[in-house]
């Protein structure tokens, strides 16, 4: 398998907490700087008729068919982790080789993401989740996104815990500055808990700081060429 020069998973803390908006406006940016991005879904789950779906999403962002972002054969249309999808479709198992066998780059990639499906920890494959995912395809980083939420500490902290060993950036995403909870959450997370933060703004605004550059494209900013 050919492989970019720097792989991003992308997961969460859950399902619906933005994966696919920071993946897709990331991509943008940083194509917006001249580096050559693509996008990976290995397998998605969607409400039937919705044509918004993940892959077409992340294909809009980097200029790619959707069915190459995923494989048309692991698009399932039941709203179930893919796995209890394609079971109610009555479909074969989804194995976790076979989806990292799929994932195929072009040669000429600086920035891959692979985004994972629902949470760190939910299904993705009849063996394994995203969690398994990243043991697999040994991400140089792991995007780890969520919503600053009350209870937010706790699933960052135990998501980070199964990540040990990986290189951790949350991206705290739909956050307010004028909420406490917001704004206490992110302060704890990065004074107490040592983790890399940055929230949405960081990243759909300015890719362009020195610290959202620095993390997302492992190069140093004097690297950035606009
Ligand atoms: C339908 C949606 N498609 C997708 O890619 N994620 C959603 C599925 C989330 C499954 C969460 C399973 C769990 O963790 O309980």
């Known amino acids: 398998m050919t492989r970019p020069s720097r792989l991003i998973l992308v997961t969460g803390t859950g399902t619906e907490v933005g994966k696919t908006w920071v993946t897709a406006a990331l991509s943008r940016r940083l194509r917006a700087f001249g580096i050559e991005v693509a996008a990976r879904k290995p397998a998605q789950s969607f409400t039937p008729g919705d044509t918004a779906t993940d892959a077409a999403v992340l294909g809009e962002a980097t200029d790619t068919p959707a069915d190459t972002v995923c494989p048309p054969h692991r698009w399932y249309p039941v709203p179930l ?102 704004r206490r959450s992110r302060d704890w997370l990065t004074a107490i808990d040592a983790l890399a933060v940055l929230t ?6 300015t890719v362009d700081s020195d610290a959202a550059w620095r993390a997302i494209s492992g190069e140093p900013p004097s690297a950035r060429n606009p």
């Open 81 to 182: 982790a893919p796995p209890m999808a394609a079971d109610t479709l009555q479909l074969a198992p989804i194995l976790l080789d076979d989806l990292v066998a799929e994932l195929d780059w072009p040669s000429d990639v600086a920035i891959g993401f692979v985004e994972g499906a629902g949470g760190l920890c939910s299904p993705i494959a009849h063996d394994g989740d995203t969690l398994s995912l990243a043991q697999r395809v040994r991400p140089d980083l792991v995007l780890l996104v969520t919503e600053p939420v009350l209870g937010v500490v706790s699933q960052v902290r135990l998501a980070a815990r199964a990540l040990t060993g990986h290189e951790v950036l949350v991206v705290l995403n739909r956050y307010d500055p004028s909420d406490e909870v917001h």
């Open 200 to 205: 949405n703004h960081d990243l759909a605004d």
